[in-house]
């Protein structure tokens, strides 16, 4: 009879220890592991992963990134100064003064105008160093308000010039390197903003001004901020192919500081 009972309690103790094994095996299938439900965790939705960048054609592409590089900064002008671990010395936005200078809460006064990107960075490091050890900051430009033109199509240097002062055509051409060689001085096209995202076309025959004999109404075009000039040549270098570049709405806005 013991032995009977024995048996009985070895055999009750077995199915309870096989329930709870099962029962174990059903909750770990349930729940995710650790690494799974990371992964998930770290995936974005679509829809926000999916952040459209604004459009850049490659030709324009170049075009920011020796504009930006060279830039100077002057007045009115937008950066954002960032200090690793060090929050309180950080700026999302400042605007250059009047007078080409910003306010930062530790260092005062700054002269800023004439500066480009990498030496205003160089600069606030050397300062930051008399109070921070080993400071690690970056600069940005948020918006470059100073006047701008664009000069496209076939020039040596396409590029964003900066009007330090009054400037025609002919300035901006020459600055920029000048018409190449397959390029069409007798079809120069100057694009002026006239509000309300219409542009107003002005075509010329740059070859009779510089020869001294314009046709009626032809002349040297005094430039606005916010103009834009092409030099006509091959049909990759159009008035009509330029316009249709994915990049060419947010070029003209950079111009305009819009």
Same mark, same amino acid.
């Given at each position: 009879?013991?032995?009977?009972?024995?048996?009985?309690?070895?055999?009750?103790? =077995?199915?309870?220890?096989?329930?709870?094994?099962?029962?174990?095996?059903?909750?770990?299938? %349930?729940?995710?592991?650790? +690494?799974?439900?990371?992964?998930?965790?770290?995936?974005?939705?679509?829809?926000?992963?999916? !952040?459209?960048?604004?459009?850049?054609?490659?030709?324009?592409?170049?075009?920011?990134?020796?504009?930006?590089? +060279?830039?100077?900064? &002057?007045?009115?002008?937008?950066?954002?100064?960032? #200090?690793?671990?060090?929050?309180?010395?950080?700026?999302?936005?400042?605007? /250059?003064?009047?007078?080409?200078?910003?306010?930062?809460?530790?260092?005062?006064?700054?002269?800023?105008?004439?500066?480009?990107?990498?030496?205003?960075?160089?600069?606030?490091?050397?300062?930051?160093?008399?109070?921070?050890?080993?400071?690690?900051?970056?600069?940005?430009?948020?918006?470059?308000?100073?006047?701008? /033109?664009?000069?496209?199509?076939?020039?040596?240097?396409?590029?964003?010039?900066?009007?330090?002062?009054? =400037?025609?055509?002919?300035?901006?051409?020459?600055?920029?390197?000048? #018409?190449?060689?397959?390029?069409?001085?007798?079809?120069?096209?100057?694009?002026? %903003?006239?509000?309300?995202?219409?542009?107003?076309?002005?075509?010329?025959?740059?070859?009779?001004?510089?020869?001294?004999?314009?046709?009626?109404?032809?002349?040297?075009?005094?430039? %606005?901020?916010?103009?834009? #000039?092409? /030099?006509?040549?091959?049909?990759?270098?159009?008035?009509?192919?330029?316009? %249709?570049?994915?990049?060419? &709405?947010?070029?003209?806005? !950079?111009?305009?500081?819009?």
């Amino acid at each position: 009879m013991m032995a009977r009972v024995s048996i009985l309690r070895v055999t009750n103790l =077995m199915l309870a220890a096989v329930v709870v094994v099962a029962g174990l095996m059903v909750a770990t299938a %349930q729940t995710p592991s650790r +690494a799974s439900t990371d992964q998930a965790a770290g995936q974005m939705p679509p829809q926000a992963a999916a !952040t459209p960048a604004a459009p850049e054609d490659p030709y324009f592409k170049e075009i920011y990134r020796s504009f930006y590089e +060279a830039y100077r900064l &002057g007045p009115a002008d937008e950066i954002a100064i960032r #200090v690793v671990g060090q929050p309180d010395y950080s700026l999302e936005k400042v605007q /250059v003064s009047p007078f080409g200078r910003i306010y930062h809460p530790l260092l005062g006064e700054i002269d800023v105008a004439g500066s480009t990107v990498a030496q205003l960075t160089n600069k606030l490091t050397a300062a930051m160093s008399e109070f921070i050890i080993g400071p690690r900051l970056s600069v940005s430009l948020l918006a470059a308000n100073s006047a701008k /033109v664009g000069v496209l199509g076939d020039v040596t240097h396409p590029g964003i010039l900066l009007m330090a002062r009054p =400037m025609t055509m002919l300035d901006a051409i020459s600055a920029s390197g000048g #018409v190449t060689d397959l390029g069409k001085k007798t079809n120069v096209t100057v694009l002026r %903003q006239v509000g309300d995202g219409r542009m107003r076309t002005m075509t010329v025959n740059v070859k009779h001004i510089l020869e001294g004999k314009p046709d009626a109404g032809e002349e040297n075009i005094a430039l %606005q901020a916010g103009d834009t #000039v092409i /030099v006509h040549g091959n049909f990759k270098k159009t008035l009509a192919t330029i316009t %249709q570049l994915a990049g060419f &709405g947010y070029f003209v806005r !950079t111009l305009s500081g819009r």
